[in-house]
């Protein structure tokens, strides 16, 4: 691996049960690790789909008073116009289109990956989708929002202007709320097909996720990815 994940351990990996033929990368959000993705992505699991979910490194967050944890980047603030920590956001994403390029030379090419996360994961997995040449299959953003929004220029997204989205929030998150998932979705609108964007919110959910929701991403994931002979 290169990037910033020179300090992470590997990724929790739930393998296919026959040959894989698709991958979903997932990132978890701040403080956590790759394992209780893995479990999750086991639950909805189909069988020539691999899912890889990788641990962010460990650095202090100014958010949590400098506390050292996982995180993709830094984060300064929670409100839309906090300053964003450009540098480790870029660089974080360049550790994940490394894992997408690892994922190809494995055999399964990019147009065959789902990119997704929650919370600070499901920022990163949106700014990768729409900073990378790789096309993808689909980009799945639970609870989050879109990092570095006005710095993203259109030529950039030339490889997934058609990517499909399924952006999933809480109607009652705390720590995220509703309204950055409504700005992002319609900021996504503006830069991507808007037809390929379908943005779902479940009454009463926290800044977590609930067996629908599960059941949201598993029915994207096989549209998505189906099965190749």
Known sequence: MCGNN??????????????????????????????GWAEAMAGIRTPHIKYICPHAPVMPVRLNMNMAMPSWFDIIGLNPDAEEDESGIKKAAESIKALIDQEVKNGIPSHRIVLGGFSQGGALSLYTALSTHQKLAGVIALSCWLPLRNSLSQTAISSNKDVPV??????????????FGCLTVEKLKTMLNPA???????????????????MDIKQFIEKQLPPIN
């Open 196 to 214: 390929n964007i379908t943005f779902k919110t479940y009454p009463r959910m926290p800044h977590s996720a609930c067996p629908e929701e599960m």
């Open 166 to 179: 399924l952006q999933c929030h809480g109607e009652a998150d705390p720590l995220v709320p509703l309204i």
């Open 6 to 35: 020179m300090s992470a351990p590997l990724p929790a990996i739930v393998p296919a049960a026959r040959k894989a033929t698709a991958a979903v990368i997932f990132l978890h959000g701040l403080g956590d690790t790759g394992h």
